[in-house]
């Protein structure tokens, strides 16, 4: 819902309050990770902020509605996002999809029927939520997607990743180390329309680089789902010298299989989004790549979508937020992205 407005004052720096805990303090930047990086516990600053407007009727109100609350991927956008809403003066409701499609449209559902003033949401189903963004859209409430990308004039704002090209980034690396042979298993998400675009883009790489792309594990983007469909693609398949795993459960749980069985001298790991699993996994050489959106900028972008398109301010539909490779050389750098 559009609010009358009068242009914020200007711009501010602002204390960054985590979501549920204690204020942190800000750090380097977020457009530049591996020269800015923050402290444990802290978050980076954002790139941009929203120009905001004066409410007239009472506190802007925005609700979020993330995949689920179990990865740290979905925390750190939350917690970005909590935290310019804070120092926004902007009441923000979270909601859990829990890795649920119709969970997740009932929620933005609610949020409509509720009044607020505009709707952030992370898809697991990018069809399959366009009737409920259609509808807030009929009712005048805007809707930002960030990282999955929902196709529909609804949207209003998209902020996120290129994930096709993420995986064909990470697939182009795999294939300078493996020298174009081999073949490849890949731990996926296939209720995901994210990790599907994941999936493709490292699969076409890869094939088209030389290598072959074996079984194919759906690990439903749940941790313990995950570890159980990688212990079986390792088990089935002993001569398998590579695995990508397409979101962050899928490679926690991959890397518990395969330190489970022992199998760190046997094959390389690539996949997406740092966790503490991950790190070490690269540190101890086994896990060769890891793709890492910037999650902060995530939540802080969308959130600035959402309170400039409730004030009636220009957004830009399209805000693509780059990616980067994390290796075993340069990880120091990134493990910032650790602080929750």
Excluded: H
Excluded at 192 to 214: N, P
Excluded at 281 to 291: H, K, N, P, Q, S
């Amino acid at each position: 819902m559009n609010r009358s407005l009068a242009l914020a004052a200007g711009a501010c720096l602002f204390a960054l309050a985590a979501c549920d805990s204690a204020p942190a303090p800000s750090a380097g930047p977020a457009a530049a990770p591996a020269s800015g990086s923050s402290a444990s516990g802290s978050l980076p600053e954002p790139s941009a902020q929203p120009v905001g407007c004066t409410p007239t009727d009472g506190p802007m109100k925005v609700g979020l509605v993330t995949i689920n609350l179990q990865a740290l991927f979905f925390n750190q956008i939350n917690r970005a996002a909590q935290a310019m809403a804070d120092d926004q003066g902007v009441q923000l409701q979270i909601i859990s999809g829990n890795d649920d499609s119709v969970t997740q449209a009932n929620a933005i559902d609610t949020l409509v029927a509720s009044g607020v003033d505009a709707i952030i949401v992370d898809a697991i189903d990018t069809e399959g939520i366009k009737p409920s963004v259609q509808a807030a859209d009929a009712a005048g409430i805007p809707v930002v997607a960030v990282d999955a990308i929902v196709d529909d004039p609804a949207v209003k704002a998209q902020v996120g990743t290129a994930n096709a090209d993420g995986g064909a980034a990470m697939g182009k690396a795999l294939l300078e180390q493996s020298g174009g042979q081999g073949e490849v298993g890949i731990v996926g998400a296939l209720n995901s329309t994210i990790q599907l675009e994941r999936q493709k883009g490292f699969e076409d790489t890869v094939t088209g680089g030389g290598m072959t792309v074996g079984t194919v594990v759906d690990g439903k983007n749940v941790q313990e789902t995950a570890q159980s469909a990688a212990e079986n693609l390792l088990t089935g398949n002993p001569g398998l010298e590579y695995v990508y795993a397409t979101g962050e459960p899928a490679l926690i749980g991959l890397a518990a299989a395969v330190r489970g069985q022992g199998a760190q001298d046997r094959v390389d790991v690539v996949g997406w989004d740092l966790s503490d699993p991950a790190v070490q996994g690269l540190r101890d050489g086994w896990i060769t790549g890891v793709v890492q959106q910037q999650t902060f900028e995530f939540g802080y972008r969308a959130m600035a979508a959402a309170i400039d398109l409730s004030c009636g301010n220009p957004v830009e539909r399209d805000q693509p937020v780059p990616t980067e490779i994390v290796t075993p050389d340069n990880v120091d750098d990134f493990t910032f992205y650790l602080a929750g």
